[in-house]
Protein backbone atom coordinates (compact mmCIF):
# COMPACT_ATOMS: atom_id res chain seq x y z
CA UNK A 1 0.00 0.00 0.00
CA UNK A 2 1.10 3.51 -0.58
CA UNK A 3 1.04 5.99 1.77
CA UNK A 4 -1.34 8.30 1.15
CA UNK A 5 -1.42 12.13 1.67
CA UNK A 6 -3.29 15.63 1.02
CA UNK A 7 -1.91 19.02 -0.89
CA UNK A 8 -3.83 21.85 -0.26
CA UNK A 9 -3.63 24.33 -2.88
CA UNK A 10 -4.30 28.34 -3.51
CA UNK A 11 -3.07 30.83 -5.70
CA UNK A 12 -0.75 33.22 -3.35
CA UNK A 13 0.19 36.42 -1.73
CA UNK A 14 3.26 38.69 -1.78
CA UNK A 15 4.97 37.71 1.93
CA UNK A 16 4.40 41.16 3.05
CA UNK A 17 2.87 44.41 1.70
CA UNK A 18 6.34 45.81 0.86
CA UNK A 19 6.52 47.27 -2.76
CA UNK A 20 8.93 44.65 -3.34
CA UNK A 21 7.39 42.10 -1.79
CA UNK A 22 4.46 43.08 -4.21
CA UNK A 23 6.47 43.63 -7.07
CA UNK A 24 7.77 40.03 -6.92
CA UNK A 25 3.96 38.15 -6.32
CA UNK A 26 3.24 40.06 -9.36
CA UNK A 27 6.09 39.34 -11.19
CA UNK A 28 5.62 35.37 -10.91
CA UNK A 29 1.62 35.61 -10.94
CA UNK A 30 1.84 37.67 -14.54
CA UNK A 31 4.91 36.22 -16.32
CA UNK A 32 3.00 32.39 -15.92
CA UNK A 33 1.67 31.65 -19.83
CA UNK A 34 -1.93 30.56 -18.37
CA UNK A 35 -2.36 34.27 -16.82
CA UNK A 36 -1.20 36.45 -18.96
CA UNK A 37 -1.29 34.12 -22.19
CA UNK A 38 0.96 35.99 -24.82
CA UNK A 39 4.29 35.04 -26.15
CA UNK A 40 6.77 35.28 -24.18
CA UNK A 41 8.45 38.46 -25.72
CA UNK A 42 4.88 39.60 -25.26
CA UNK A 43 4.68 38.82 -21.94
CA UNK A 44 7.91 39.61 -20.61
CA UNK A 45 7.32 43.53 -22.36
CA UNK A 46 3.91 43.88 -21.03
CA UNK A 47 4.46 42.88 -17.48
CA UNK A 48 7.95 44.24 -17.10
CA UNK A 49 7.53 47.31 -19.10
CA UNK A 50 3.76 48.17 -18.21
CA UNK A 51 2.56 46.63 -15.25
CA UNK A 52 5.79 46.34 -12.80
CA UNK A 53 6.49 49.78 -13.28
CA UNK A 54 3.23 51.01 -11.59
CA UNK A 55 1.25 48.94 -10.11
CA UNK A 56 2.91 47.11 -7.90
CA UNK A 57 3.08 50.65 -5.42
CA UNK A 58 -1.05 50.74 -6.13
CA UNK A 59 -1.24 47.04 -4.91
CA UNK A 60 0.96 47.47 -2.00
CA UNK A 61 -1.29 50.60 -0.79
CA UNK A 62 -4.10 47.94 -0.87
CA UNK A 63 -2.57 45.05 0.63
CA UNK A 64 -1.54 47.47 3.44
CA UNK A 65 -5.11 48.28 4.54
CA UNK A 66 -6.26 44.25 4.60
CA UNK A 67 -3.16 43.31 6.12
CA UNK A 68 -3.57 41.03 9.48
CA UNK A 69 -1.09 41.22 12.49
CA UNK A 70 -0.13 37.53 11.67
CA UNK A 71 0.40 38.14 7.78
CA UNK A 72 -1.76 38.05 3.90
CA UNK A 73 -5.16 37.42 5.32
CA UNK A 74 -5.61 34.59 2.56
CA UNK A 75 -2.23 32.43 4.03
CA UNK A 76 -3.52 33.09 7.54
CA UNK A 77 -6.69 31.84 7.03
CA UNK A 78 -5.63 29.11 4.29
CA UNK A 79 -3.38 27.88 7.34
CA UNK A 80 -6.21 27.57 9.43
CA UNK A 81 -8.13 25.34 7.26
CA UNK A 82 -5.28 23.60 7.12
CA UNK A 83 -4.62 22.75 10.56
CA UNK A 84 -8.39 22.04 11.26
CA UNK A 85 -8.37 19.37 8.43
CA UNK A 86 -4.97 18.22 9.64
CA UNK A 87 -6.84 17.48 12.77
CA UNK A 88 -9.96 15.74 11.85
CA UNK A 89 -7.97 13.08 9.26
CA UNK A 90 -5.31 10.51 9.49
CA UNK A 91 -3.05 11.15 6.58
CA UNK A 92 -0.33 14.07 6.61
CA UNK A 93 -1.99 17.47 4.79
CA UNK A 94 0.55 20.04 3.53
CA UNK A 95 -1.21 23.81 1.86
CA UNK A 96 1.00 25.18 -0.73
CA UNK A 97 0.69 28.77 -2.50
CA UNK A 98 0.76 28.31 -6.73
CA UNK A 99 2.70 31.93 -6.16
CA UNK A 100 5.22 32.90 -3.29
CA UNK A 101 4.71 31.01 0.32
CA UNK A 102 4.37 28.40 1.48
CA UNK A 103 5.53 26.99 -1.79
CA UNK A 104 4.51 24.05 -3.76
CA UNK A 105 8.69 22.58 -3.86
CA UNK A 106 8.42 23.17 0.16
CA UNK A 107 5.23 21.24 0.32
CA UNK A 108 5.79 18.71 -1.92
CA UNK A 109 9.44 17.96 0.10
CA UNK A 110 7.64 17.14 3.22
CA UNK A 111 5.28 14.85 2.02
CA UNK A 112 8.08 13.11 0.65
CA UNK A 113 9.69 12.99 3.52
CA UNK A 114 6.90 11.76 5.46
CA UNK A 115 6.61 8.79 2.51
CA UNK A 116 4.00 10.07 0.79
CA UNK A 117 3.48 8.24 -2.37
CA UNK A 118 0.27 8.70 -3.28
CA UNK A 119 -1.32 12.47 -3.61
CA UNK A 120 -4.63 14.04 -3.39
CA UNK A 121 -4.84 17.37 -4.63
CA UNK A 122 -7.33 19.87 -3.44
CA UNK A 123 -7.26 22.76 -5.55
CA UNK A 124 -9.18 25.63 -3.18
CA UNK A 125 -10.74 26.95 -6.76
CA UNK A 126 -14.34 25.85 -6.70
CA UNK A 127 -14.47 26.47 -10.92
CA UNK A 128 -12.16 25.75 -13.74
CA UNK A 129 -9.63 28.15 -15.11
CA UNK A 130 -6.68 27.71 -16.74
CA UNK A 131 -5.98 30.95 -15.12
CA UNK A 132 -6.13 28.37 -11.46
CA UNK A 133 -7.47 25.79 -10.93
CA UNK A 134 -5.14 24.55 -14.37
CA UNK A 135 -1.79 25.94 -13.63
CA UNK A 136 -2.05 24.69 -9.97
CA UNK A 137 -2.35 21.62 -10.92
CA UNK A 138 0.32 21.57 -13.56
CA UNK A 139 2.54 22.95 -11.55
CA UNK A 140 2.33 20.53 -9.27
CA UNK A 141 2.27 17.14 -11.53
CA UNK A 142 5.79 19.52 -13.17
CA UNK A 143 7.15 19.56 -9.55
CA UNK A 144 6.48 15.67 -7.96
CA UNK A 145 7.58 14.84 -11.82
CA UNK A 146 11.03 16.06 -11.04
CA UNK A 147 11.15 15.59 -6.96
CA UNK A 148 8.94 11.98 -6.70
CA UNK A 149 8.62 10.64 -10.10
CA UNK A 150 6.46 7.24 -8.74
CA UNK A 151 4.35 9.38 -6.86
CA UNK A 152 1.04 9.30 -8.11
CA UNK A 153 -1.68 12.30 -7.82
CA UNK A 154 -5.43 12.24 -7.91
CA UNK A 155 -7.04 15.63 -8.26
CA UNK A 156 -10.29 16.79 -7.32
CA UNK A 157 -12.13 18.38 -9.89
CA UNK A 158 -14.32 21.15 -9.59
CA UNK A 159 -17.16 21.43 -7.12
CA UNK A 160 -18.89 23.84 -8.33
CA UNK A 161 -22.11 22.60 -8.48
CA UNK A 162 -21.45 20.07 -5.59
CA UNK A 163 -24.92 19.53 -2.67
CA UNK A 164 -21.86 20.23 0.45
CA UNK A 165 -19.95 23.08 -1.36
CA UNK A 166 -23.20 24.82 -1.97
CA UNK A 167 -24.53 23.84 1.42
CA UNK A 168 -21.72 25.46 2.67
CA UNK A 169 -22.25 28.74 0.77
CA UNK A 170 -25.99 28.62 1.71
CA UNK A 171 -24.91 28.08 5.58
CA UNK A 172 -22.27 31.26 5.65
CA UNK A 173 -25.34 33.58 3.55
CA UNK A 174 -28.10 32.55 6.29
CA UNK A 175 -27.76 34.98 9.04
CA UNK A 176 -26.92 37.91 5.84
CA UNK A 177 -29.97 36.92 4.13
CA UNK A 178 -32.08 36.78 7.19
CA UNK A 179 -31.59 40.68 8.23
CA UNK A 180 -33.54 41.37 5.02
CA UNK A 181 -31.75 42.99 1.66
CA UNK A 182 -33.29 44.45 -1.80
CA UNK A 183 -30.86 42.69 -3.67
CA UNK A 184 -27.84 40.21 -3.35
CA UNK A 185 -25.01 40.40 -6.06
CA UNK A 186 -22.58 37.26 -6.60
CA UNK A 187 -19.25 38.69 -7.90
CA UNK A 188 -16.74 36.34 -8.91
CA UNK A 189 -13.94 36.67 -10.73
CA UNK A 190 -13.24 37.95 -14.11
CA UNK A 191 -11.20 36.51 -16.92
CA UNK A 192 -10.49 37.52 -20.19
CA UNK A 193 -12.88 36.06 -22.66
CA UNK A 194 -10.43 34.51 -24.85
CA UNK A 195 -9.39 32.50 -21.93
CA UNK A 196 -13.13 30.91 -22.33
CA UNK A 197 -11.94 30.24 -26.10
CA UNK A 198 -9.20 28.63 -25.26
CA UNK A 199 -10.44 25.99 -22.67
CA UNK A 200 -13.48 25.07 -24.90
CA UNK A 201 -12.33 21.71 -25.73
CA UNK A 202 -14.82 21.33 -28.48
CA UNK A 203 -12.85 24.73 -29.63
CA UNK A 204 -16.70 25.80 -31.09
CA UNK A 205 -19.07 26.04 -28.22
CA UNK A 206 -18.29 29.53 -25.71
CA UNK A 207 -18.92 32.68 -26.41
CA UNK A 208 -19.86 31.42 -29.91
CA UNK A 209 -23.13 29.77 -29.70
CA UNK A 210 -25.88 32.11 -28.86
CA UNK A 211 -26.83 31.41 -24.75
CA UNK A 212 -23.48 28.65 -24.97
CA UNK A 213 -23.78 28.59 -20.86
CA UNK A 214 -27.85 27.53 -21.33
CA UNK A 215 -27.00 24.84 -24.21
CA UNK A 216 -25.46 21.70 -22.63
CA UNK A 217 -22.26 21.19 -23.45
CA UNK A 218 -19.09 19.02 -22.93
CA UNK A 219 -17.27 22.59 -23.47
CA UNK A 220 -18.95 23.00 -19.85
CA UNK A 221 -16.45 20.94 -17.84
CA UNK A 222 -13.94 23.56 -18.20
CA UNK A 223 -16.00 26.60 -18.97
CA UNK A 224 -15.66 28.94 -16.04
CA UNK A 225 -18.57 30.99 -16.95
CA UNK A 226 -20.52 28.32 -17.02
CA UNK A 227 -19.89 26.60 -13.68
CA UNK A 228 -20.16 30.03 -12.06
CA UNK A 229 -23.55 30.51 -13.46
CA UNK A 230 -24.27 26.89 -12.09
CA UNK A 231 -23.44 27.69 -8.93
CA UNK A 232 -25.50 30.92 -8.49
CA UNK A 233 -28.33 28.72 -9.68
CA UNK A 234 -27.99 26.00 -7.08
CA UNK A 235 -27.44 28.97 -4.48
CA UNK A 236 -30.38 30.59 -5.05
CA UNK A 237 -32.59 27.03 -5.77
CA UNK A 238 -30.96 25.82 -2.24
CA UNK A 239 -31.19 29.66 -0.59
CA UNK A 240 -34.88 30.16 -2.11
CA UNK A 241 -33.64 33.86 -3.32
CA UNK A 242 -36.24 35.31 -5.24
CA UNK A 243 -36.42 36.12 -9.28
CA UNK A 244 -35.62 39.71 -9.58
CA UNK A 245 -33.45 39.85 -6.09
CA UNK A 246 -30.00 38.61 -7.38
CA UNK A 247 -27.83 39.41 -10.34
CA UNK A 248 -24.23 37.94 -11.53
CA UNK A 249 -21.25 40.00 -12.06
CA UNK A 250 -16.89 39.54 -12.65
CA UNK A 251 -14.37 42.05 -11.01
CA UNK A 252 -10.90 41.99 -10.66
CA UNK A 253 -10.48 42.55 -14.44
CA UNK A 254 -6.88 43.77 -15.83
CA UNK A 255 -5.83 45.57 -19.14
CA UNK A 256 -8.48 46.44 -22.21
CA UNK A 257 -9.22 43.50 -23.52
CA UNK A 258 -12.80 42.02 -23.07
CA UNK A 259 -13.52 40.48 -20.25
CA UNK A 260 -16.79 38.32 -18.82
CA UNK A 261 -19.14 40.93 -18.22
CA UNK A 262 -21.48 42.19 -16.42
CA UNK A 263 -18.52 43.99 -14.70
CA UNK A 264 -19.09 44.35 -10.70
CA UNK A 265 -17.50 47.96 -10.50
CA UNK A 266 -20.03 48.77 -13.07
CA UNK A 267 -23.20 47.04 -11.75
CA UNK A 268 -22.63 48.39 -8.28
CA UNK A 269 -23.24 51.98 -8.89
CA UNK A 270 -26.02 51.20 -11.46
CA UNK A 271 -27.93 49.21 -9.25
CA UNK A 272 -27.98 51.97 -6.61
CA UNK A 273 -29.29 54.17 -9.17
CA UNK A 274 -32.38 52.18 -10.17
CA UNK A 275 -33.25 52.19 -6.71
CA UNK A 276 -31.45 49.16 -4.33
CA UNK A 277 -30.82 50.39 -1.52
CA UNK A 278 -29.70 47.28 1.10
CA UNK A 279 -26.59 45.30 -1.22
CA UNK A 280 -25.31 41.74 -0.28
CA UNK A 281 -22.66 41.21 -2.15
CA UNK A 282 -20.75 37.17 -1.99
CA UNK A 283 -17.92 36.00 -3.86
CA UNK A 284 -17.97 31.87 -4.34
CA UNK A 285 -15.01 31.95 -6.48
CA UNK A 286 -13.15 32.19 -3.43
CA UNK A 287 -12.76 30.21 -0.47
CA UNK A 288 -10.63 32.23 1.58
CA UNK A 289 -11.32 36.14 1.96
CA UNK A 290 -7.98 38.34 0.95
CA UNK A 291 -7.21 41.09 -1.20
CA UNK A 292 -9.97 40.88 -4.26
CA UNK A 293 -12.67 40.47 -1.63
CA UNK A 294 -11.52 42.38 1.23
CA UNK A 295 -10.37 45.50 -0.84
CA UNK A 296 -11.95 45.37 -4.20
CA UNK A 297 -15.31 44.59 -2.53
CA UNK A 298 -15.48 45.09 1.03
CA UNK A 299 -13.74 48.35 0.60
CA UNK A 300 -13.65 49.89 -3.08
CA UNK A 301 -17.19 48.27 -3.66
CA UNK A 302 -18.93 49.73 -0.95
CA UNK A 303 -17.27 53.20 -1.64
CA UNK A 304 -19.18 52.91 -5.09
CA UNK A 305 -22.58 51.91 -3.49
CA UNK A 306 -22.87 54.33 -0.77
CA UNK A 307 -21.74 56.87 -3.32
CA UNK A 308 -24.42 56.01 -6.21
CA UNK A 309 -26.94 56.33 -3.72
CA UNK A 310 -27.04 52.91 -1.86
CA UNK A 311 -27.67 53.23 1.97
CA UNK A 312 -26.30 49.57 3.53
CA UNK A 313 -23.38 47.38 1.83
CA UNK A 314 -22.45 44.16 3.48
CA UNK A 315 -20.05 41.78 1.92
CA UNK A 316 -20.64 38.15 2.61
CA UNK A 317 -17.86 36.73 3.98
CA UNK A 318 -16.05 33.62 2.17
CA UNK A 319 -16.62 29.95 3.30
CA UNK A 320 -12.76 30.10 5.51
CA UNK A 321 -13.19 28.06 8.67
CA UNK A 322 -17.01 27.63 7.89
CA UNK A 323 -18.01 24.26 9.32
CA UNK A 324 -19.73 22.84 6.64
CA UNK A 325 -16.90 23.91 4.43
CA UNK A 326 -14.40 21.57 6.80
CA UNK A 327 -16.61 19.06 6.43
CA UNK A 328 -16.58 18.72 2.94
CA UNK A 329 -12.78 18.60 2.57
CA UNK A 330 -12.87 16.45 4.86
CA UNK A 331 -15.05 14.19 3.30
CA UNK A 332 -12.95 14.34 0.31
CA UNK A 333 -10.14 13.52 2.17
CA UNK A 334 -11.94 10.35 3.62
CA UNK A 335 -12.91 8.75 0.55
CA UNK A 336 -9.81 9.33 -1.14
CA UNK A 337 -8.21 7.55 2.19
CA UNK A 338 -10.80 4.42 1.25
CA UNK A 339 -9.45 3.90 -2.29
CA UNK A 340 -6.46 1.81 -3.29
CA UNK A 341 -3.91 4.11 -5.19
CA UNK A 342 -4.08 4.44 -8.60
CA UNK A 343 -0.95 3.31 -11.49
CA UNK A 344 1.66 5.98 -11.95
CA UNK A 345 0.60 8.20 -14.65
CA UNK A 346 2.59 10.43 -16.83
CA UNK A 347 1.64 14.13 -16.45
CA UNK A 348 -0.87 15.98 -17.93
CA UNK A 349 0.14 19.35 -19.69
Not at 8 to 18: A, H, R, V, W
Not at 44 to 62: D, N, T
Not at 63 to 91: A, C, D, N
Not at 316 to 330: S, Y
Request: net charge positive.
Amino acid sequence: MKKKGVLLINLGSPDSPKTSDVRRYLREFLMDARVLDAPYPIRFAVVHGAILPFRPKQSAEAYHKVWLPEGSPLIVTSRLVHRELQGRVKVPVELAMRYQNPSIESALKSLIAQGVEDLLLISMFPHYAMSSHETAVVRVQELAGKLAPGMTITVTPPYYKEPDYIGALVASAADHLARGYDHLLFSYHGLPERHLRKSDTTGRHCLQVANCCEVPSPAHDTCYKAQCLQTTKAFVARAGIPAGKWSVAFQSRLGRDPWLKPYTDFELPRLAGEGVKRMLVMCPAFVTDCLETLEEIGMRGREEFLAAGGREFELIPCLNTQPLWLAFLEKLVVAFNRQPAPAPAAAKR
